[in-house]
């Protein structure tokens, strides 16, 4: 049975009106994300999003599961990045260029000074980055990116440019990483070959690419999600489209033309 993900459209200040036409017409909206709502709400244990950004997001942290428990979420948050498309002087802020104090950190919050603490990685297309709990992070202007994360709406900001939007600089602070992140999961992904991309602790992620490796879908088990990052994708016989996400079981059913691509995730 394949069940199609309802597509949910969100505007933001920092999105961007030049979305790719094969994502749909917007009229000229300033598109921030396009995410999928999964039938089981809450309890879906994975989510999928696409972001566009034209400025940087606010810099923030996400607890871990213990963490996020203890302050009533079902569940904390890691997640991932895959750059579909960097314009010039694009980056990703992940983690900080040096170890320091979380007093440190929470004055430099205040004053803005975090904002030169941070990472911040030239990123180009194909890039792709895992973001454990406790990192320090932020996602840069010129960026078109597929996020794929444990489902939980638990973001905490530390920082966002003067934006009128609460902080929750005691919360993230205390869930922080103080220094720098380097995960060995991070990679430049060949867009025309099959990869593991993540296996564990929360969630399996693979990039599909023609022909589809059928050791790698010999993994894919439970509910699978279907992300198209191109045309030509087909599930059970029927087309699905870049923009879309679709739920199924039986891996078999992923059809991919040659040139086309798309990811796999599944629960852990």
Avoid at 143 to 162: K, P, S
Avoid at 240 to 252: H, N, R
């Amino acid at each position: 049975m394949l069940t199609r993900l309802e597509t949910i459209v969100v505007e933001k200040p920092w999105g961007r009106t030049d979305i790719p036409s094969d994502f749909g017409d917007f009229g000229g909206r300033r598109i921030g994300e396009i995410w999928f709502s999964n039938p089981a709400g809450d309890d879906a244990p994975i989510m999928i999003k696409f972001l566009f950004t034209s400025e940087r997001l606010s810099i923030q942290v996400h607890p871990d599961d213990e963490a996020a428990r203890a302050a009533g979420f079902p569940r904390g948050k890691e997640e991932c990045w895959l750059i579909l498309d960097a314009q010039r002087g694009a980056e990703l802020g992940v983690g900080l260029t040096a170890e320091t104090t979380r007093e440190a950190l929470h004055d430099a919050a205040l004053d803005g000074s975090i904002v030169d603490m941070i990472d911040w990685r030239p990123s180009k297309t194909d890039d792709f980055v895992y973001n454990r709990a406790g990192t320090i992070h932020a996602i840069g202007p010129g960026l078109t990116v597929v996020e794929v994360q444990q489902n939980v709406d638990c973001t905490y900001r530390l920082y966002d440019y003067g934006r009128p939007r609460e902080l929750h600089l005691d919360a993230g602070l205390k869930v922080s990483h103080p220094g720098p992140v380097h995960d060995p999961r991070d990679t430049v992904v060949d867009s025309k070959a099959n990869h593991m991309l993540v296996s564990g602790p929360h969630f399996h992620l693979a990039q599909l690419a023609a022909p589809i490796d059928p050791a790698l879908l010999a993994q894919a088990t439970g509910e699978l999600t279907f992300v198209p990052l191109s045309a030509g994708c087909r599930v059970a016989g029927e087309s699905v489209g870049l923009g879309e996400a679709v739920l199924f079981t039986d891996p078999s059913a992923i059809e991919i033309d040659a040139g086309g691509r798309a990811l796999l995730t599944w629960p852990a």
